[in-house]
Antibody, heavy 118, light 110 residues
Framework: QVKLLQSGAELVKPGASVKLSCKTSGFTFSTSYMSWLKQVPGPSIEWIGWIYAGDGGTNYNQKFKGKATLTVDKSSSTAYMDLSSLTSEDAAVYFC???????????WGQGVMVTVSS | DIVLTQSPALAVSLEQRATISCKTSQNVDNYGISYMHWYQQKPGQQPKLLIYEGSNLASGIPARFSGSGSGTDFTLTIDPVEADDIATYYCQQSKDYPNTFGAGTKLELK
């Protein structure tokens, strides 16, 4: 069955970067669109961007340009997201999800909490 | 960005009907398809897809969940409500970039 397994919780210092991973199985990764989303209690869920695993093409929410960088490794069916120059506003739970052509997210990873603290 | 507005909470009794609304700031229909989707999220878990394209039931989702609406007004109905349905429900539009979500409706027991 479809699985998206995310890396563990991260504690990072302000100004640092972090790379989150999302290892997938159970579907053809190389022809899939993978998305990342941010959830902070109250403000709800925000879409960060998507990456097409076939050619690495990306589309970002303007709000996250310069903050997030999406990449994939087709050999291991894994999607990655780099978050740079972290501040307290980046503290959140981040999810990876498979994006369908119609724009909804049919499978989600379990989420990873990122804490930003010195 | 398209803004999605949901009521923060809804109190319901078990075995009754729950109706959760989502209003969008712009039309999210295109060529006869409503680009409106619904998710359920329980504490500490990832969101789960319930309804896609306005009214289509996602795989494995019980038939007591249904979606309706068009344009700017959409509804998720749970009938009858079971104890396992106590969760937060989010609507999401994919008509325009960026995809946006509502703030969620927390379903509570009366």
């Amino acid at each position: 069955q479809v699985k998206l397994l995310q890396s563990g919780a991260e504690l990072v210092k302000p100004g640092a970067s972090v790379k989150l991973s999302c290892k997938t199985s159970g579907f053809t990764f190389s022809t899939s669109y993978m998305s990342w989303l941010k959830q902070v209690p109250g403000p709800s869920i925000e879409w960060i961007g998507w990456i097409y695993a076939g050619d690495g093409g990306t589309n970002y929410n303007q709000k996250f340009k310069g903050k997030a960088t999406l990449t994939v490794d087709k050999s291991s069916s894994t999607a990655y997201m780099d978050l740079s120059s972290l501040t307290s506003e980046d503290a959140a739970v981040y999810f990876c999800a498979r994006l369908t052509y119609s724009g909804y997210f049919d499978y989600w990873g379990q989420g990873v909490m990122v804490t930003v603290s010195s | 960005d398209i803004v999605l507005t949901q009521s923060p909470a809804l109190a319901v009794s078990l075995e009754q009907r729950a109706t959760i609304s989502c209003k969008t700031s712009q039309n999210v229909d295109n060529y006869g398809i409503s680009y409106m989707h619904w998710y359920q999220q329980k504490p500490g878990q990832q969101p789960k897809l319930l309804i896609y394209e306005g009214s289509n039931l996602a795989s494995g989702i019980p038939a007591r969940f249904s979606g309706s609406g068009s344009g700017t007004d959409f509804t998720l109905t749970i009938d009858p409500v079971e104890a396992d349905d106590i969760a937060t429900y989010y609507c999401q539009q994919s008509k325009d970039y960026p995809n946006t979500f509502g703030a969620g409706t927390k379903l509570e027991l009366k």
